[in-house]
């Protein structure tokens, strides 16, 4: 499923740009990846769709906030994981929604429990979708590869 969400980063400026769920899974078939990753990853995306009702006010971005992780929050993100959602929001590359949107979607992987690199991604398409542009200092930290880095 990473691999076709990379592969629609890589291909699409941003998730507006990308054609129906149906053409979609056409275009992601043709380019040799499997049907099951593909409808897992098309769920996934579809969960991205914030509608009016959950969505969370523009002034909670705006105030420095603390998130206090439920038991289940906890065991779906490791601690690097969440140390590494700590550094993003300390560094300015997401905000307090964006930080919330991303624990959701995390918990929503089919896979279960993401690893580190999966986080990243986890992020980066969180970003993406909301069309949220990022100089190169920040996409790096978000592009799956070292996680040697300090938030460990």
Known sequence: MFDVLIHLYDNWFDCE?????????????????????????????????????????????????????TPGETRALSAACRGYLAFLEERGIIDSIEREIIIERAQALPQGAPDLAQLRVVALLVLWAEGTELDALALEELLPGDDARVWQ
Do not use: M, Q
């Not at 705006?62 to 998130?67: D, T, V």
């Open 17 to 69: 740009s990308c054609p129906d769920p149906d053409t979609l899974a056409l275009k992601l078939r043709a380019a040799g990846f499997d049907e099951e990753d593909i409808n897992d990853a098309l769920t996934w995306l579809i969960g991205l769709a914030v509608d009016d009702a959950t969505r969370l006010p523009d002034a909670f971005a705006e105030r420095a906030s603390f998130h206090s992780y």
